[in-house]
């Protein structure tokens, strides 16, 4: 009976979570970017020729080496190679702006976005951008100025194509001529428009129309581009990259030295990403995003930013469980009854036990995974005869029993610990039957005695009764 009590709470436990949430699996199709780039490359060595022109593009473009990871399956493919290939097509050699050569290049990032990359790949690959620094330029600034002004026109045109009195409501909910005169203001006063957009962004019916979510977006990335001049928006990145450390004068919080704090982040980014390979916690977890979110949010290591999360991707979750409501799911009343078959030191020992008992779940606190145990408190009672050369033992038996075992729900699934269970079993003898009377004595006197009690391995004794405790665990 105790060896079938965990299959007993796995079952049960797994019940009282498909109650609450339903695990949903995705299939990975293969994506079709790989046979793009086949196909594409293919039509590039056409159109280049076998000549000797058409020998010295696919030399520079180390065509020989993709076709070669084209070649092999999915994890065998090196993302180096592809890397190394991919940094040919964006050169600024004559000619690669074509769109035979685009093609390929496109069809290639897609391609090595959609490919699986192990861990240690990844932190290379975070390792190698540390010397790409590169600033935010007035170019980038104005273009995304310009945005801003075309989604905000855009905006305008589709509001006031209704009845003046709702364009002048929905300014007024705006605070859109406030919100505009500050995108002309100095850095640090433009940062006030942060306490501006909340409105778009609100929960009110009609915001969330592709209008308002391209201005919105465009006004965010302008504002990213801009904030990064601020002595405000170093500060903050210094937080993200010391998140225990105060922020003290350094040379990183200095305006004038964004390359130092640029490889301060991409020197972190690579060791949550170590840590998070070995520990899986959420919180180094949430680390990672934050410092992903910050190259993310000007723009820069657009590879990196993809590959992080398309190796990290898995369908979001956050659900609020109350005690009460996972204990809905658990039949809490528990009532079976067990053949029992045994054989104990040569006696064939066969009857029922009856298991009545209360199953609960508690919640257990953790702070990176969701965890709860499943308590069985209960009584059982068997009821057996015990066959040994010509002898029948009729005995009857009281057990207490506890037992748990914890559930633990983390960013790998549903996994489970060891569970432990605490037997205490008082054992009666009530009669014993043999053909002959001194064999019943003989019996009797055996079973009494402290050398009988160990024999029949549950405390038996003669005509009364002892208890013995016992302790498991199982997996």
């Not at 010295?56 to 993302?79: F, G, I, M, N």
């Not at 006063?189 to 308002?212: C, P, Q, W």
């Not at 801009?226 to 225990?244: D, E, L, S």
Request: glycine share 8%; proline share 3%.
């Amino acid at each position: 009976m105790q060896q079938r009590m965990p299959q007993r709470l796995i079952f049960r436990t797994f019940m009282a979570v498909v109650a609450v949430v339903c695990f949903a699996t995705q299939a990975q199709a293969q994506s079709p970017a790989r046979q793009q780039v086949a196909t594409n490359l293919q039509q590039l060595h056409n159109w280049v020729g076998e000549g000797a022109n058409g020998q010295r593009w696919r030399e520079y473009l180390l065509s020989d080496a993709l076709q070669t990871e084209l070649a092999k399956s999915p994890e065998q493919v090196d993302h180096g190679v592809l890397r190394a290939v991919l940094d040919q097509y964006r050169s600024d050699a004559s000619g690669l702006d074509r769109p035979m050569f685009v093609a390929v290049r496109e069809s290639l990032e897609r391609w090595l976005s959609e490919l699986p990359i192990s861990d240690a790949e990844l932190i290379e690959m975070v390792r190698d951008i540390a010397d790409d620094f590169q600033p935010v330029t007035q170019q980038e600034v104005a273009a995304a100025r310009a945005r801003v002004a075309a989604t905000r026109a855009e905006l305008e045109r589709f509001l006031s194509s209704g009845t003046q009195e709702n364009f002048e409501r929905w300014k007024a909910f705006l605070e859109w001529d406030e919100l505009l005169g500050r995108l002309d203001a100095e850095p640090q006063e433009m940062l006030k428009l942060r306490s501006l957009d909340r409105h778009l962004y609100a929960n009110v019916t009609g915001t969330e129309g592709r209008r308002f979510r391209a201005f919105r977006e465009s006004l965010d990335h302008y504002l990213d581009l801009v904030q990064t001049r601020t002595p405000a928006w170093q500060n903050y990145v210094y937080q993200q990259i010391f998140p225990t450390e105060k922020a003290a004068d350094s040379e990183l919080l200095a305006a004038d030295n964004p390359q130092a704090q640029y490889e301060q982040l991409v020197a972190r980014l690579a060791t949550e990403l170590s840590s998070y390979a070995e520990s899986n916690s959420s919180e180094v977890g949430w680390r990672i995003g934050r410092l992903v979110g910050l190259l993310d949010r000007v723009g820069r290591a657009p590879e990196v930013v993809s590959a992080v999360r398309e190796r990290y991707w898995k369908p979001n979750f956050f659900g609020r469980v109350s005690e009460r409501v996972l204990n809905a799911g658990v039949d809490n009343q528990v009532r079976e009854v067990t053949p029992v078959h045994d054989n104990i030191l040569g006696t064939s020992v066969h009857g029922t036990a009856v298991l009545s008992g209360f199953l609960k779940l508690d919640l257990v606190p953790s702070d990176d995974t969701g965890r709860f145990a499943i308590t069985l408190s209960g009584v059982a009672h068997s009821n057996t005869v015990g066959y040994n050369r010509g002898v029948q033992i009729f005995s009857t038996g009281v057990s207490q029993i506890n037992a748990s075992k914890q559930v633990i729900v983390d960013a790998n699934g549903l996994r489970s610990t060891a569970a432990v269970a605490r037997v205490c079993t008082d054992t009666t003898i009530n009669c014993i039957s043999a053909k002959l009377r001194i064999v019943e004595r003989i019996a009797w006197k055996r079973a009494g005695s402290p050398e009988g009690r160990g024999r029949t391995s549950g405390g038996s004794q003669g005509r009364g009764s002892h208890g013995q405790s016992d302790e498991r665990t199982g997996g």
